[in-house]
Nanobody, 125 residues
Framework: VQLQASGGGLVQAGDSLGLSCVAS????????VGWFRQPAGKQREFVAA????????NYADSVKGRFTVSRDNAKNTVSLQMNSLEPEDTAVYYC???????????????????WGRGTQVTVSS
């Protein structure tokens, strides 16, 4: 499975931005896709996740009510819509996937099997 994230950029506080993650290869092997972010000098942290089939979602408390994760299986794409952005949301954002038939730990980056390259999101105050 290969993942390609895109959509980052520079926005102002209060603005919205959408990220996309396109999966290719053995997408039938995907159980869940997650978004993580890593602010400069800090550890990578969980943002949101969505099951590839069924669409169940989970969010970090820091983004609940502001971010929405969705998927379009026909396009093998998972999107992250980010509203009411804050300077604290500035980070490199990554999408990652967990393969099927393995123990699930979607909150930890160690629980993921496939990673895309990050995309920078910068929110100015």
């Amino acid at each position: 499975v290969q993942l390609q994230a895109s959509g980052g950029g520079l926005v102002q506080a209060g603005d919205s931005l959408g990220l996309s993650c396109v999966a290719s290869g053995r997408t039938d092997n995907i159980y869940l896709v997650g978004w993580f972010r890593q602010p400069a000098g800090k550890q990578r942290e969980f943002v949101a996740a969505i099951r590839w089939s069924g669409g169940t979602t989970n969010y970090a408390d820091s983004v609940k009510g502001r971010f929405t994760v969705s998927r379009d299986n026909a396009k093998n794409t998972v999107s992250l819509q980010m509203n009411s952005l804050e300077p604290e949301d500035t980070a490199v954002y990554y999408c990652a996937a967990i393969r099927r038939f393995r123990p699930i730990n979607y909150l930890s980056d160690s629980g993921y099997d496939y990673w895309g390259r990050g995309t920078q999101v910068t929110v100015s105050s």
